[in-house]
């Protein structure tokens, strides 16, 4: 399977990015809190679980569809970039 940055895909790329940073995050709160938060009368699960939960999502999707998964890169998954390159499309758009 051959693959190649098409149009659009600097926005799946730039959630791919924010859902890294979300995961990044809630990481770090849950390093400091854990992933459940005791009161004196409750215990209940940490939110920032849930950020972790759905970040993982978002990456798995996205990581197929960019051929970072490791059954894109065992089809031997190229990319082949057109234009520049989109990391430096996407720095020069918010710039």
Same mark, same amino acid.
């Given at each position: 399977?051959?693959?190649?940055?098409?149009?659009?895909?600097?926005?799946?790329?730039?959630?791919?990015?924010?859902?890294?940073?979300?995961?990044?995050m809630?990481?770090?709160?849950? @390093?400091? /809190? =854990?992933?459940?938060?005791?009161?004196?009368?409750?215990?209940?699960?940490?939110?920032?679980w849930?950020?972790? +939960?759905?970040?993982?999502?978002?990456?798995?999707?996205?990581?197929?569809?960019?051929?970072?998964?490791? @059954?894109? /890169? =065992?089809?031997?998954?190229?990319?082949?970039?057109?234009?520049?390159?989109?990391?430096?499309?996407?720095?020069? +758009?918010?710039?």
């Amino acid at each position: 399977m051959k693959g190649s940055f098409r149009e659009g895909d600097e926005n799946l790329l730039a959630v791919l990015a924010n859902a890294y940073m979300h995961y990044d995050m809630a990481n770090v709160v849950m @390093k400091d /809190r =854990g992933p459940v938060l005791a009161g004196e009368t409750m215990v209940r699960q940490n939110p920032a679980w849930n950020v972790v +939960k759905d970040a993982v999502k978002i990456i798995e999707s996205l990581s197929v569809h960019f051929g970072l998964s490791a @059954k894109a /890169r =065992g089809d031997g998954f190229e990319i082949k970039l057109h234009d520049k390159n989109p990391i430096e499309k996407l720095k020069a +758009k918010y710039n």
